[in-house]
């Protein structure tokens, strides 16, 4: 079975720069949701969209921002990176309006802020 | 803010022993799901919980919601070596909002 798609799958970034992950949520998912997870830490939620519109916002710094195309994919977009940005980014997908609202985690960004 | 705590937080056993880990909130949950995770990989979903009092089995794993739906237990028989990992439980409120991991149980199964 199809599962989420993420990219790059490691990426190492200099202070200050700048660095785009993007996520395929799994097909017919409507709803993305983005997490940070750094070393020894639960996964802490960003941020989500569902058909396209922000549903949810979390702990994402202002220097963040993302958004979800037409085509479901997202992309997180970070802007002046500081060394403690670095950590895990997951994407997760889920079918909006279920109830149970079960994510599905793709394999993850690992983000490296030298 | 709803949270999630677990406990243990770490756990080493040996292959073949039989453990339980606990997921606890103050909130009452829509639902509960449990993933577990290895190092550098996404979590993996395990099981969703919806009903309370609901038991779902997945081979040698058992999962329990509370009659409440504030908690939820993962009891693993005969452990082995393979379920090492991290194992996190989330859910989202009654009004299926604010979905939170709880800080996760690290298991160590030795052979």
């Known amino acids: 079975a199809a599962g989420v798609i993420q990219s790059p799958r490691h990426l190492i970034k200099e202070k200050r720069e700048t660095a785009t992950l993007k996520c395929y949520p799994i097909p017919r998912h409507d709803t993305v949701y983005w997490y940070q997870q750094g070393p020894g830490q639960d996964p802490q939620f960003l941020i989500s969209?569902?058909?396209?519109?922000?549903?949810d916002k979390g702990s994402i710094p202002d220097r963040f921002s993302a958004q979800q195309f037409s085509d479901y994919h997202s992309e997180l977009n970070m802007s002046s990176l500081e060394l403690g940005d670095s950590a895990l980014y997951f994407c997760?997908?889920?079918?909006?309006?279920?109830?149970?609202?079960?994510?599905?985690f793709g394999p993850g960004t690992r983000l490296t802020v030298t | 803010t709803q949270l999630l705590e677990q406990s243990p937080q770490f756990l080493s056993i040996q292959e073949g022993e039989n453990l339980t880990v606990y997921c606890n909130s103050s909130?009452?949950?829509?639902?509960l799901q449990w993933y577990r995770q290895e190092p550098g990989e996404g979590p993996v979903l395990l099981v969703t919980?919806?009903?309370?009092?609901e038991v779902k089995k997945l081979k040698r794993l058992t999962f329990q919601f509370g009659d409440a739906r504030k908690d939820s237990s993962l009891h693993i028989t005969a452990a082995q070596p393979g379920d090492t990992g991290l194992y996190l439980c989330a859910g989202a409120d009654n009004y299926g909002q604010n979905f939170v991991f709880g800080p996760g149980t690290r298991l160590s199964v030795l052979p």
């Open positions: 997760a997908s889920s079918l909006g309006g279920d109830r149970t609202y079960e994510q599905y």
């Open positions: 969209f569902y058909e396209k519109m922000q549903s």
């Open positions: 919980v919806v009903t309370g009092g």
């Open positions: 909130s009452v949950f829509s639902s």
